[in-house]
């Protein structure tokens, strides 16, 4: 609206009226802006009840070893299902989580939900995994998230070594000491840290040394077509051989085809997360692959007894 008042007065500065064209178009900008800044005003006043009317749940993603193909950890994904808009996208609700501070409360549930369905698993006598949950900036500024964390697997009674916190580069530079200083803290009692997004940032090498991460995860946008770019596996294969040289896990996101897979597999890569192996999907259907023994490719000791 403000570009529409800018070029309107605009005109009258220059001695030349509006022109009926430009009104019509700007009437056109406005008509199309209103509804969509009253939809978003709306959506985030239906998330700040979400919680309480029991909407919000988490789908699970498996990472799966390239050794043995079998499910090692999950990423906790949020879910929510309005009674009135249905399924909304992650990409719609949580930017609007983050600009109101929603996102603090939010955070601190995922984290006690994704522990609670770390314990049920071990409960029932399946194969311990890890399993990553999305932290956001604000939870570090605006909440104590140490003291959180500390709390919540104490009250779960789950090994810190099985909890993984996720941040991209991008948000560790929006308060960068007091980040720091967490995650220090969040390490010492045994939680590992992972960088998301790794590749897309201008100074990610020096997040590595500085943050002291565990995992690094392979952006999607470097995975896809792999095999058939030659740039995308110079920047992969780097990647795989800065992590090797400093002893980190590395995971491949968005691996959706076999030659990727087969790809990252013959290159030494770790982990891979993607519909290939595995959409998100409740904890109950994660549960009964743990059951079936976890399989969900063909890892390289698979070939290894075959040959």
């Known amino acids: 609206m403000m570009r529409l008042f800018d070029s309107i007065a605009a005109r009258f500065s220059s001695g030349r009226p509006p022109l009926a064209c430009s009104v019509q178009d700007g009437e056109r900008e406005v008509a199309n802006v209103v509804p969509r800044v009253v939809h978003a005003a709306t959506l985030e006043s239906a998330l700040a009840g979400a919680l309480d009317r029991n909407e919000l749940f988490l789908h699970y993603q498996p990472q799966a070893c390239l050794a043995s193909g ?11 299902e309005s009674p009135i808009w249905g399924r909304v996208p992650p990409e ?3 930017p609007l989580a983050e600009q109101s501070g929603l996102i603090v409360p939010i955070g601190e549930w995922v984290l006690r939900e994704a522990c609670a369905q770390l314990r049920a698993w071990q409960s029932r006598g399946l194969p311990p995994v890890a399993i990553a949950v999305n932290v956001s900036p604000r939870q570090f500024c605006e909440g104590d998230l140490v003291a959180s964390v500390r709390a919540i697997l104490d009250e779960m009674r789950v090994s810190p070594r099985l909890l993984e916190l996720e941040l ?4 560790m530079l929006h308060d960068p000491e007091q980040v720091a200083a967490a995650l220090c803290l969040l390490r010492k009692t ?13 100074s990610s090498l020096a997040h590595l040394q500085r943050l002291g991460v565990d995992t690094i995860k ?14 995308r596996g110079v920047i992969v ?24 897979l087969g790809y990252l597999r013959d290159r030494g ?14 904890g109950m259907e994660v549960g009964h692959l743990l059951r079936a023994g976890g399989v969900v490719c063909r890892g390289r000791l698979m070939d290894l007894a075959a040959s």
């Open 70 to 80: 079998r499910i090692v950890a999950v990423e906790a994904l949020l879910r929510w």
């Open 92 to 94: 719609t609700f949580i």
């Open 168 to 171: 991209t580069e991008g948000q």
């Open 190 to 202: 045994g939680v590992r840290i992972a960088l998301d997004d790794f590749g897309t940032g201008f």
């Open 218 to 231: 392979i952006d999607r946008s470097f995975v896809r077509n792999l095999g058939r770019d030659p740039q």
């Open 237 to 260: 294969g780097g990647i795989l051989a800065i992590a090797r040289g400093l002893g980190l896990r590395v995971v491949a996101e968005g691996v959706e085809t076999e030659s990727e």
């Open 269 to 282: 890569c770790d982990h891979v997360q993607g519909y290939l192996t595995g959409r998100p999907v409740p």
